[in-house]
């Protein structure tokens, strides 16, 4: 069975970093692609950050040039290194992977969500 887990998340000051991981296990599997979203106290999920099958990144404009995504070409795993944090960048952050499975005729792709770690960025 996939698990998805998040971790790295804590209290920082604001203008500080963090570097939020994103594990996957169970079984013979990659993660194909991944993308971490945030939700605040209040507000709906959303996207923060992309890494494409092809190692292609995309984010929201309000992280552009401070966070970097990036993909483990060796184990299942996905970081979000985070710079020059905000108070408004306080959230829950999940990873939601598409994993291949190369144990599965075909190696199906199927999207799994991590259960999320708490950022707070505060003085």
């Known amino acids: 069975q996939v698990r998805v887990v998040e971790s790295g998340g804590g209290l920082v000051q604001p203008g500080g970093s963090l570097r939020l991981s994103c594990a996957a296990s169970?079984?013979?599997?990659?993660?194909?692609?991944a993308t971490w979203y945030r939700q605040a106290p209040g507000k709906q999920r959303e996207p923060v950050a992309t890494?494409?099958?092809?190692?292609?990144?995309n984010y929201t404009d309000l992280v552009k040039d401070r966070f970097a995504v990036s993909r483990d070409n060796e184990e299942p795993m996905v970081y979000l290194q985070m710079n020059t944090l905000k108070p408004e960048d306080t959230a829950v952050y999940y990873c939601?992977?598409?994993?291949?499975?190369?144990?599965?005729?075909?190696?199906?792709?199927?999207?799994?969500w991590g259960q999320g770690t708490q950022v707070t960025v505060s003085s």
């Open positions: 890494v494409t099958s092809r190692g292609h990144t």
């Open positions: 169970g079984g013979n599997i990659v993660i194909s692609a």
């Open positions: 939601k992977a598409t994993i291949r499975h190369y144990s599965e005729p075909g190696w199906p792709l199927r999207d799994y």
